[in-house]
């Protein structure tokens, strides 16, 4: 297949050609793709690059890091993953994404030239630096796919490096500790350079490395901290206190970590840029509210007049620490809405699936159970099952698909209810291509 594919293919070419060009999906070490990074220059895409690493959190801090380095008027790429809808999601370059022309000639660069056989992360990796230093960014913000030590990612000698928060998951491959997954996403820092730590219960390993490396680190509730009042919320360090700071689209404890790396940055960014930037920024898929005029081709898939539609609200969280957060946000929801909340529930077969959703047990008042496809794809009757097991009250609703979900709970909703889609990045890509 690669033969015939040149930098003038179509991107879903070239991506079926990533997906199929290595032998296994996840091949942790970073000597082939080091190799590769060298032989093209590409370790160093930007004058200043930010990783981002941690359990939850990342892309929300990426986020809002990238949203006010743009307004100080700096030049930004972000690369993140995995993407919602379309590979193109993956790379930003100041806030818009880029042609697929774009892409298909970064592959067909890097293929033409590469030396080793690379992952389709490994490659999406590579392609991202090329085309950030294509475009000359002051700031390249990467962020982790998994861990950090051994991610694709880690290649680059990062200036700052960020740990959102630290929780289980990706056992398999990160061990079953904290210590040991601290340990794994501490491989992201680097000698002498900054460390900022958003997670307020930092595993010793990690500290142990930033100490060892002799990072200069800034802890939550140590060098900063953050406190909520009923309307507005106040962050404060040993040299600065920002006070009356407007509530953003995004959890408050990530929004308080991009606010301590914008401190620790050799850039001036003034306080009217944080407030306008708090205010703009914005994220896919985090507790997402679907606006009315959004759902016209939902209305006519179930023949149901759109003002007579549920409320629907997305989220991708994934995994336990995720499904708190979540909980959270629908305990807040309830007081607000005089129907009930209906959730359709779709997540992967690796994924600790009881433990997202225990914490949503005492807020979902009906459960669909929807199948999701692929080799890790789980199926609603497996989901239903784990349900089963830590409530036996529960009789989840199982379906053989997301859109088959999503007819079911508009068919038994009103338009007081709630619908919320989450489990996965999978469920709420497959919800939003019905849209």
């Known amino acids: 297949m690669q033969h015939h594919l040149k930098a003038t293919s179509p991107l879903n070419e070239w991506l079926s050609y990533l997906e199929n060009s290595h032998f296994k999906a996840i091949d942790l070490g970073l000597e082939r793709v080091r190799t590769v990074a060298q032989e093209l220059d590409l370790l160093r895409p930007a004058p200043y690059i930010v990783t981002v690493g941690g359990t939850n959190g990342k892309g929300t801090t990426c986020r809002l890091l990238e949203t006010m380095l743009i307004n100080a008027g700096y030049r930004v790429g972000v690369y993140s993953s995995p993407h919602l809808l379309r590979y193109n999601e993956r790379v930003r370059i100041q806030n818009q994404e880029l042609p697929d022309s774009q892409h298909a000639a970064s592959f067909a660069f890097i293929n033409e030239r590469k030396s080793q056989s690379l992952t389709y992360f490994e490659f999406s ?70 460390v900022i730590i958003g997670e307020p ?43 009356n700071l ?21 850039f001036n ?15 896919i898929g985090r507790f997402q509210t679907i606006k009315p005029t959004q759902l016209s081709t939902l209305a006519e898939l179930t023949n149901k007049p759109v003002e007579a539609l549920p409320q629907f609200i997305i989220d991708v969280g994934h995994n336990p620490h995720a499904a708190k957060y979540l909980s ?33 047990l005492p807020v979902i008042d009906e459960w669909i159970c929807v199948t999701l496809t692929g080799e890790r794809g789980q199926t609603g009757e497996s989901l239903s099952q784990k349900l089963r097991t830590i409530a036996p009250d529960v009789h989840p609703e199982i379906c053989g698909s997301v859109q088959e979900g999503i007819k079911s709970a508009v068919k038994k909703s009103h338009k007081n209810d709630v619908v919320i889609v989450f489990g996965s990045f999978h469920t709420v890509g497959e919800f939003l291509q019905l849209l």
């Open 125 to 194: 990796t590579l392609s991202a630096l090329h085309l950030f230093k294509q475009a000359k960014v002051d700031v390249a913000i990467l962020e982790v796919g998994l861990g950090g030590r051994l991610d694709a990612t880690n290649i680059v000698d990062a200036d700052m490096a960020i740990i959102t928060s630290v929780d289980i998951d990706h056992v398999d491959f990160l061990g079953e500790t904290r210590e040991k997954i601290g340990f794994e996403k501490a491989g992201i820092f680097r000698a002498s350079k900054s």
């Open 201 to 243: 219960d930092c595993p010793h390993s990690m500290l142990e490395q930033a100490m060892r490396l002799k990072c200069a680190v800034s802890r939550r509730n140590t060098d900063w901290s953050f406190t909520q009042q009923a309307e507005s919320w106040t962050w404060q360090n040993a040299k600065v206190r920002l006070k």
């Open 246 to 266: 407007p509530f953003c689209d995004i959890p408050l404890p990530n929004a308080a970590t991009a606010l301590a790396a914008v401190q620790a940055l050799p």
């Open 269 to 283: 960014i003034s306080e009217a840029i944080i407030r306008q930037s708090l205010r703009e920024v914005e994220l």
């Open 328 to 360: 959270e946000k629908l305990t807040a929801l309830c007081t607000q809405i005089s129907g009930k909340i209906i959730a359709v529930c779709g997540i992967l077969k690796d994924k600790d699936a009881i433990g997202v959703l225990t914490p949503l």
